[in-house]
């Protein structure tokens, strides 16, 4: 999987003078059946999440509140993405190794996940990562 597959996704936006509502629906706005739901939260000033890749999982990640920067890697090419409006998330497809950092005060980084958990999924060796990605093409 390339990285170009990873994408920034707007979610419907509703408003009025009482706020905002946005809206997420399975196959409509994300392109999978959503099997988990996990956020972060709390992250000390500094920290750093996730540096993990997926052999089969996709997820959309989205600052629900605050921001974060996410760095995507392919093995061949790298990108980062902002995060900071709650009505935009972040879609990662499968063999993409991911990290998160740069958390602003109070941010939480809500996480839609294609699969539900299953260590055999990780790469948790960004060395192997590289190995098996540049392999696959």
Request: proline letters at 2%; a neutral charge.
């Amino acid at each position: 999987m390339s990285i170009d597959a990873c994408k920034i996704v707007e979610f419907p936006k509703i408003t009025d003078s009482r706020g905002a509502l946005s809206f997420i629906e399975n196959h409509r706005h994300i392109p999978f059946d959503i099997k988990r739901v996990y956020y972060l939260y709390d992250i000390a000033g500094g920290a750093a999440r996730a540096g993990h890749g997926h052999q089969a999982l996709q997820q959309v990640l989205i600052a629900v509140s605050g921001s974060f920067d996410v760095l995507l890697d392919d093995g061949f090419k790298k990108i980062k993405f902002h995060l900071n409006r709650s009505y935009q998330g972040l879609y990662i497809a499968p063999m993409i190794w991911r990290e998160i950092e740069n958390f602003s005060s109070g941010a939480v980084c809500l996480a839609l996940a294609s699969e539900f958990y299953n260590e055999s999924d990780y790469y948790r060796s960004y060395d192997q990562f590289v190995a098996v990605a540049r392999g696959v093409r």
